[in-house]
């Protein structure tokens, strides 16, 4: 049994793992005009350095899971801690656009590994009631990452060039390796493991057929020849993977664990919390700069909000989801975050700060009721020797959500954008109800991630 004092000294070096892969995930967001300026590239070309990270980093997201349970996972986590670090340097030094992409990739498999194995570290080192605890605060994190990235790299890009975007990162994942191969305890019996090739294959270009189609149908058209080809592609690798995975004696994905309802059913209201979430995540900074005229730091500090009420909030519900079970603090949390989007769809031309806040602080309050609860719940359903699958699921789940959520906001935005300007109406009142009508959406995943939570952890 680790020492309560060294348990929270490892909680800190995977908490620092995941913020940082997390972060990095949309920091670059704000960046991509300077970037496109100094490469002299079009934009669609340069939203390939999203695109290239989300796919690499979720591509290998059950692999690692995977490995966890059969390798060292502090070997696993200096590992992660070092390709960030490494990628994170090239990425300064990329003299054109296709090296840049390169090194995101470089930099992508770092934070796979570092975001797939968290969870399961955390569940292995606290025990019970601190367990919840632990892996609520380590839920908050995550998502503060993800919620945070764009006002820090809009602070960064402010005083310096896009470059600067990638420079903290450096130290601190040189730092993290360090202190990860010195602490972290190797207490796992390396096992035996057999690469499932033909399903990483498989999954892999499942999940590209994903995203290209959230990326790219609105551009192709729906009913273009390639949106179809691709759709048929998504479909017929993704039934090629669950059957090959269902024959193989040594499987990427564990779906025995999908057996458990609570564990199945956590996952899909986990991927739904964050599509509504990052609804409003990756349009609210455009909103507040493009419509109000904020200025990019006024807008970081506009997070501040969520930031604070979800760190609060996140071990009080981690607690007591160990005392009282999930069930209700998870059917809250997203009416939580569907009260604070509704809020928004009241701003116009302006909007009150003090309003602006309450609606963060709701956003925030919700996750942290949500997330903690939900990952608790999920990883309390896989034994010890099936964590590090469990962890790797319920990343991959987090991030489809997220990558779901981007595109298909940006998409349903553009779209309608594009259609009520048709219309002769002004562009800023065009813009506000585009915005407004894809927070609606935003509202809908919220709900619908309410609704299957309560059924989730419902005793039998």
């Not at 995975?245 to 964050?274: M, Q, R």
């Amino acid at each position: 049994m680790i020492k309560s004092q060294y348990q929270w000294t490892i909680f800190s070096i995977i908490a620092t793992g995941s913020f940082l892969g997390m972060l990095d995930s949309s920091t670059v967001n704000v960046a991509l005009y300077k970037i496109s300026e100094s490469f002299s590239a079009k934009l669609e070309d340069v939203q390939w350095i999203i695109t290239a990270y989300m796919l690499v980093l979720t591509i290998f997201l059950p692999l690692f899971g995977r490995l966890c349970d059969n390798f060292s996972k502090k070997k696993l986590y200096t590992l992660g801690f070092i390709f960030f670090a490494l990628g994170s340097f090239l990425n300064t030094t990329a003299a054109n656009l296709p090296l840049l992409i390169t090194f995101r990739c470089i930099e992508a498999v770092g934070a796979s590994i570092l975001l797939s194995n968290s969870t399961a570290i955390v569940a292995s080192i606290f025990k019970n009631k601190k367990r919840g605890k632990a892996l609520g605060i380590l839920g908050g994190i995550i998502a503060l990452g993800g919620m945070t990235g764009p006002a820090v790299g809009g602070v960064l890009i402010n005083f310096f060039s896009w470059r600067a975007v990638f420079v903290p990162a450096i130290p601190i994942a040189l730092l993290g390796a360090y202190f990860s191969y010195k602490i972290i305890p190797n207490n796992c019996i390396e096992t035996k493991f057999k690469f499932d090739t033909f399903g990483f294959i498989t999954f892999a270009t499942f999940m590209t057929s994903l995203l290209m189609l959230t990326t790219k149908a609105r551009i192709w058209g729906f009913n273009s020849f390639s949106t179809v080809i691709t759709s048929i592609a998504f479909l017929f690798f993704g039934i090629l993977f669950v059957i090959i995975e269902k024959h193989t004696s040594c499987p990427l994905v564990k779906f025995e664990l999908f057996k458990d309802k609570s564990f199945t059913l956590g996952n899909i209201a986990l991927s739904l919390s964050y599509m509504g979430l990052f609804a409003n995540g990756v349009l609210f900074p455009l909103y507040f700069q493009e419509i109000l005229k904020f200025s990019p730091m006024k807008v970081g500090f506009l997070v501040l909000p969520f930031s604070i009420a979800l760190v609060s909030t996140a071990p009080i519900a981690g607690n007591l989801a160990g005392k009282y079970g999930s069930r209700i603090l998870t059917t809250l949390g997203p009416i939580c975050v569907s009260t604070g989007l509704l809020i928004f769809t009241n701003f116009k031309l302006q909007a009150e700060i003090m309003h602006i806040i309450i609606a963060q602080f709701l956003l925030g309050l919700g996750n942290g009721l949500f997330q903690s609860p939900t990952n608790t719940a999920i990883m309390n359903t896989a034994n010890k020797e099936n964590r590090g699958s469990a962890s790797g699921i319920l990343a991959l789940f987090r991030n489809t959500g997220m990558i779901i959520a981007v595109s298909m906001a940006i998409s349903i935005f553009d779209t309608l954008l594009k259609i009520f300007t048709s219309y002769n109406i002004s562009y800023q009142n065009a813009y506000i109800k585009a915005y407004h009508i894809t927070l609606y959406i935003g509202i809908i995943f919220s709900l619908l991630c309410s609704f299957i939570s309560n059924i989730a952890y419902r005793k039998k």
